[in-house]
C-alpha cells in the first residue's frame, strides 16, 4: 500500500493567515517549516487515488504530488474520491475546489454526509458541475473500487459535531436527514460517535493496515484493538501536552477539553503508542505546539520513545 502524505498542520495550516504566534513568526521566517493542512492520499490501485479529507490547500497539495497531477488526457486525474474523517470545515472546504472533474467518490459516516448534504448543501451546489458519488462509511470493511486492493472501514472515536453544526436541527443529526439526532452539552456533542472517525486502511494482497485519526479524543478499548492490529499508525498531534492552549493563550480549554488527546504528559498518548509494533507518526499539528520547530527539543524526546513527526510530501510504502 502506497500513501502520500499532503499535510500534516492543524486548522490554519502553518503559518494561519491571521497569527503571529512563534510558531507562525518561525515558519514564515523559516518557509521549510510551513505545513499544510493535514491529509493524506492512498493509492486505491495502480492508477487510482483517494484524498483523505479534503482541505484548503487541495490544490497546491495535488500539483506538489507527481502522482496525482493529471494526465495523459488533457482532463484524466488519478484522482477518484475523498474520503473523510470529519464534517470539520478544515477537513472539507476542498471538496468543492473537485467542481471540475467529471465525477468523484465521497465517503463519509452518516453523520458527515447528512451536515454536508443538508446544512452546507454541498451536493446541491456541486450538481451543476460534476458527478458525486455520496457512499457511506461505516464499521464494515468496503473496497475502495471494484478491484478490492484497499479495504476500509471506520474506527468511531468521538460525538463532537463541527462548530456550525452544534444548534442544527436534528434532522441533520446522527441520523442523516431522514434520522434523529440533537445535541448535547455545550459541545455539540451527541450520541453518535462517528462525527468524527478514524480510519482503517488494509492492502487485501499483504493485510498491511494503516490507522490515521487526526483528531482523538477519547483512547477506548475498540481503539486501542485498532491501534495494536496496524502496521503504521497516524495520530492526532495537535498539542504537545494538555494545558497548551491555556499556556499559549489560545483557548481557555485544555487540550482535551478541545477534543484533543495530548503527546506527552500522564494522559499523553506518547506513552501509549512507545512500544508498539506499529510505526507511529504525528500528524495534525497546531502552530503553537513546539513540534512546528524541527530543531525543538520535544524531537528528541519523540525519537527516545520511538515515535516521530509525518512531514509533508512524506511518502509511506507498507
Given at each position: 500500500?502506497?500513501?502520500?502524505?499532503?499535510?500534516?498542520?492543524?486548522?490554519?495550516?502553518?503559518?494561519?493567515?491571521?497569527?503571529?504566534?512563534?510558531g507562525?513568526?518561525?515558519?514564515?521566517?523559516?518557509?521549510?517549516?510551513?505545513?499544510?493542512?493535514?491529509?493524506?492520499?492512498?493509492?486505491?490501485?495502480?492508477?487510482?487515488?483517494?484524498?483523505?479529507n479534503a482541505?484548503?490547500?487541495?490544490?497546491?497539495?495535488?500539483?506538489?504530488?507527481?502522482?496525482?497531477?493529471?494526465?495523459p488526457?488533457?482532463?484524466?486525474?488519478?484522482?477518484?474520491?475523498v474520503?473523510?474523517?470529519?464534517?470539520?470545515?478544515?477537513h472539507?472546504?476542498?471538496?468543492?475546489?473537485?467542481?471540475?472533474?467529471?465525477?468523484?467518490?465521497?465517503?463519509?459516516?452518516?453523520?458527515v454526509?447528512?451536515?454536508?448534504?443538508?446544512?452546507m448543501?454541498?451536493?446541491?451546489?456541486?450538481?451543476?458541475?460534476?458527478?458525486?458519488e455520496?457512499?457511506?462509511?461505516?464499521?464494515?470493511p468496503?473496497?475502495?473500487?471494484?478491484?478490492?486492493?484497499?479495504?476500509?472501514?471506520?474506527v468511531?472515536v468521538?460525538?463532537?459535531?463541527?462548530?456550525?453544526?452544534?444548534?442544527?436541527?436534528?434532522?441533520?443529526?446522527?441520523?442523516?436527514?431522514?434520522?434523529?439526532?440533537?445535541?448535547?452539552?455545550?459541545?455539540?456533542?451527541?450520541?453518535?460517535?462517528?462525527?468524527?472517525?478514524?480510519?482503517r486502511?488494509?492492502?487485501?494482497?499483504?493485510?498491511?493496515?494503516?490507522?490515521?485519526?487526526?483528531?482523538?479524543?477519547?483512547?477506548t478499548d475498540?481503539?486501542?484493538?485498532?491501534?495494536e492490529?496496524?502496521?503504521?499508525?497516524?495520530?492526532?498531534g495537535?498539542?504537545?501536552d494538555?494545558?497548551e492552549?491555556?499556556?499559549?493563550?489560545?483557548?481557555?480549554r485544555?487540550?482535551?477539553?478541545?477534543?484533543?488527546?495530548?503527546?506527552?504528559?500522564?494522559?499523553?498518548?506518547a506513552?501509549?503508542?512507545?512500544?508498539?509494533?506499529?510505526?507511529?507518526?504525528?500528524?495534525?499539528?497546531?502552530?503553537?505546539?513546539?513540534?512546528?520547530?524541527p530543531?525543538?527539543?520535544?524531537?528528541?524526546?519523540?525519537?527516545?520513545w520511538?515515535?516521530?513527526?509525518?512531514a509533508?510530501r512524506?511518502?509511506?510504502?507498507?
Amino acid at each position: 500500500m502506497l500513501l502520500q502524505v499532503l499535510g500534516t498542520a492543524a486548522g490554519g495550516g502553518l503559518p494561519q493567515w491571521n497569527c503571529a504566534c512563534p510558531g507562525c513568526a518561525g515558519a514564515r521566517a523559516h518557509p521549510h517549516r510551513r505545513r499544510r493542512h493535514a491529509s493524506l492520499a492512498v493509492r486505491a490501485d495502480e492508477n487510482r487515488w483517494y484524498l483523505v479529507n479534503a482541505t484548503p490547500d487541495i490544490g497546491d497539495q495535488i500539483e506538489d504530488s507527481p502522482a496525482l497531477r493529471p494526465g495523459p488526457g488533457a482532463r484524466d486525474t488519478p484522482v477518484a474520491g475523498v474520503i473523510l474523517t470529519d464534517a470539520e470545515l478544515d477537513h472539507t472546504l476542498g471538496i468543492a475546489r473537485l467542481r471540475e472533474a467529471s465525477g468523484f467518490d465521497v465517503l463519509a459516516t452518516r453523520p458527515v454526509h447528512g451536515a454536508l448534504t443538508g446544512l452546507m448543501r454541498l451536493h446541491d451546489i456541486l450538481a451543476p458541475y460534476t458527478r458525486v458519488e455520496w457512499r457511506e462509511l461505516g464499521g464494515e470493511p468496503v473496497p475502495l473500487t471494484k478491484g478490492g486492493a484497499v479495504e476500509i472501514d471506520a474506527v468511531p472515536v468521538s460525538p463532537k459535531r463541527p462548530r456550525y453544526a452544534t444548534t442544527a436541527d436534528t434532522a441533520y443529526g446522527a441520523g442523516g436527514a431522514d434520522g434523529a439526532g440533537g445535541t448535547d452539552g455545550v459541545d455539540g456533542t451527541d450520541g453518535d460517535h462517528t462525527w468524527v472517525v478514524a480510519l482503517r486502511l488494509r492492502e487485501t494482497a499483504t493485510g498491511r493496515s494503516l490507522l490515521y485519526a487526526p483528531a482523538l479524543a477519547r483512547w477506548t478499548d475498540t481503539f486501542q484493538d485498532a491501534v495494536e492490529a496496524a502496521d503504521c499508525v497516524i495520530l492526532d498531534g495537535t498539542f504537545w501536552d494538555d494545558d497548551e492552549p491555556v499556556r499559549t493563550g489560545i483557548s481557555e480549554r485544555t487540550a482535551t477539553g478541545m477534543g484533543h488527546l495530548p503527546i506527552a504528559g500522564p494522559g499523553g498518548t506518547a506513552r501509549r503508542l512507545s512500544g508498539l509494533r506499529a510505526r507511529c507518526l504525528y500528524t495534525h499539528l497546531n502552530n503553537t505546539n513546539p513540534l512546528g520547530d524541527p530543531d525543538a527539543p520535544q524531537h528528541t524526546l519523540l525519537g527516545e520513545w520511538g515515535l516521530e513527526v509525518a512531514a509533508d510530501r512524506m511518502v509511506i510504502e507498507l
